[in-house]
């Protein structure tokens, strides 16, 4: 496991994405309310200058 503290949101979200994906056989998700369309990744553009959720890395896409 790791601990996460502060101002590791991010952090938090890629590491669980990262988790979700190498799962095998099975994934439990306990939570009293959470929206399957949140983007878990989202990568800077250099272009933009602002982080852009990729459709790929959104909770709901990831379990399917």
Known sequence: GVWLFGKCREKHFEL????????KERI???????????????????????????PYWRLDMILK
Not at 16 to 22: F, K, M, Y
Not at 32 to 47: A, D, T
């Open 28 to 54: 439990m998700i306990t939570d009293w309310q959470f929206s399957p369309c949140i983007s878990l990744k989202r990568p800077w553009s250099k272009e933009k200058q602002a982080f852009i959720p990729d």
């Open 16 to 23: 669980v994405a990262d988790a979700l994906e190498a799962a």
